[in-house]
């Protein structure tokens, strides 16, 4: 059967593209999660059946997941040094953006001594974007923290904010000639959930109230960055990618879990986004889930159709999301995450059929709708879950070399932006 696809409705100007972080992907990295990873690695595989034998890909992934080299990022995917294979292959995917991090650790190793031969790498690494005609949207943070501003106490404590500032001024002085947007904060809801309210990832300091500081914090941090890089560049767009889920009551009719939804929505999703209203550019709109919640706070989905992490998907959640965000914020939408863990590459296709669906929706509903990127370009490590889980449009085999592979789903979703952008 022949596709028919209104292929008119994304603007001229649209950026589809795919989204890194540099600790999942670069190798040799020496942070906060390095040192994480080497003392839970054994921890991590001991616990592996009991945290994850829920999921029905356990059988399939058990051994990796077992395993502790899975729980250590170590060589990366070698994105450091194979950069410019990586961005070929973006090319090749008819991709004309590029999401990354820059590696605070790396840029600062030890506190206020600068490594300028990590900034001629970034440079280097921005030109040859450019040099492909591909946009450069630089993340400043994607979680990870040299490890003296760990000791310091992190995001933990107010008067820590100094240093991260300093290090925007240096990326700003440096770094930002040929960068036109700018990410500060990698979902901060997520980092807070899991690093400080459910104390599982580094610093596992578990303590709501740690939590909520960590995030006025980081709510300080991104004002402070938003400040430094326009005063730097006042032209240059600014914002922030929160994890935004589409919260839903499991039944609408119910007075209960239409309560929680509007708490949760309120919570989740809007809270940093309605701090942060007067120093954002843009929103950055990370989606994955969306989840149903009943009157008493618990989440209740559909049992299918689940990813490899067992995340329940529906991809067309998108929609109501971006609807959401919009009408509060009237600020221009970049997706600046979507995706999903699928190693056998079943679900990717129609996952990015629905999420155009979906963006075409809310792009004629008048949605500033300026963007895609997909997560990931290429596996990479899933922080705490390892190397098992496969999110990228490129598969890559760590034990051969590092081969690239370019997945079914990518090869059909390169065809479609051809046709979309003749
Ligand atoms: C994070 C990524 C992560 C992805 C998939 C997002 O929340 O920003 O770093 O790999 O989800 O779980």
Redesign the pocket.
Known sequence: MKEEKNTDIFPKHFFWGAST?SH?VEGNNENNWTVWELEHAHELARTAHRRLSWMPTWNKVKDRAEEPQNYISGAGVDHYNRYEEDFDILKQLNLNAFRFSIEWSRIEPSEGKWNEEEFAHYKSYILALRDRKIEPFMNLW?WTVPKWFADKGGFEKKENIKYFERYVKKVSEKLIDDVEYVITL??PN?YTTFSYFLGEWPPQHKSPFLAYKVYKNLIRAHKASYDVLKAAKPRIQVGAAP?LVNIQAKRPHSFFDEMTTQVMRTSWNWWFLKKIKKHQDFIGL?Y?FTDYYTGIGKRLNPKIPVNDVGFYMEPEGIYPIMLRTWSRFKKPIFIS?NGLADENDQFRRWWLEETMVAMERALSEGVDLRGYLH??LLD?F??SSGWWPK?GLVAIDRENGMKRTIRPSAKWFAGVLKDIQK
């Open positions: 972080a999942q994607h990698n979902e997520i994890n990370n994955y995450e997560w990931s990479n899933e922080w999110f």
